[in-house]
């Protein structure tokens, strides 16, 4: 990877460098994910309105939808399952995936990774 | 905790900007399945609700970039017809789904009245992110990601509709 440079948008005049890894990654870092400037969201002053439908936890029927629009060839992280898997197995998976699915509705957690 | 891979954009003239360079994450299977099914259920209750804005084309079923063309097309053609000039905006969001406020997706999807298990569920599942950056053999500390939508979500896309409702 070459030394990055941020050049300013007008007189086109080198404005920051990044020789090292280290400063590369920070400038890459303040590239990919900027500092936050939408203005914070405002306070409610009346209760939201009332909801447009029920909310219902994840059905073996979604996982199954969700299963058939997976391109099976997708490059994933090392060591996970990959797309090819769930799409060739998901009889034998889903009964066993889906109370997991549903758990995160019910415990009200997200697992980390 | 994720590793954001730090891929060459093809075709550019200069890789010296990092504009030139794109984050990559690779998927946990198990996650985006998961996701998967929580953005088909937002996908289908919005559209059958009407919650999201006629002119919108970008990540709903039924339709694709041709529908827009085609409508951007009669609209320039009708102008013409009526003897009127026809003027066309383009205007590119840097960073979308990166910059997107989670604090303020939220509120709006109260707003449009999204039952709170969706909001709560988004919630719980854009907080506590964190990443490290890799490049040329080279792994940056972990870091935390405050905010923003993850490049390449399926849920990206519709949240983004939402966080966009009152503009578009």
């Known amino acids: ?113 | 905790m994720t590793k954001t891979l730090v891929l060459k954009k093809p075709g550019k003239a200069d890789y010296t900007s990092p504009n030139a360079w794109r984050p990559i994450v690779l998927s946990n299977g198990y996650a985006q399945l998961l996701n998967g099914c929580k953005a088909e259920d937002l996908v289908l209750m919005c559209e059958n609700t009407g919650i999201l804005p006629p002119n919108h084309f970008g990540g709903r079923p039924g339709r694709a970039t041709t529908d827009s063309i085609h409508l951007m097309v009669k609209t320039v053609k009708d102008a013409w017809r009526k003897g009127e000039v026809a003027l066309l905006l383009c205007l590119d969001v840097k960073g979308a789904f990166l910059s997107t406020a989670v604090d303020v997706l939220k509120h709006e999807m109260c707003q449009h009245r999204v039952p709170e298990g969706h909001v709560e569920w988004l919630k719980r599942r854009l907080e506590g992110r964190q990443t490290m950056l890799v490049f040329d053999n080279y792994w940056s500390e972990l870091f935390d990601i405050k905010d923003g939508l993850d490049q390449g979500d399926v849920q990206s896309l519709i949240a983004w509709i939402i966080y966009n409702l009152l503009i578009l």
């Open chain 1, 1 to 113: 990877m070459p030394t990055l440079q941020v050049k300013d948008s007008i007189t086109k005049a080198v404005t920051q460098e990044a020789c090292t890894n280290e400063d590369k990654g920070d400038l890459f870092y303040q590239t990919f994910f900027p500092t936050h400037t939408a203005l914070p969201a405002p306070a409610p002053t009346k209760p939201y309105p009332t909801l447009l439908w029920e909310y219902e936890t994840v059905t073996d029927e979604q996982i199954h939808q969700a299963i058939r629009k997976m391109k099976p060839w997708k490059a994933m992280r090392f060591g996970m399952v990959p797309n090819l898997v769930f799409v060739h197995a998901q009889e034998l998976l889903i009964p066993h995936l889906s109370p997991i699915f549903q758990a995160t509705d019910t415990l009200k957690v997200y697992p980390s990774d």
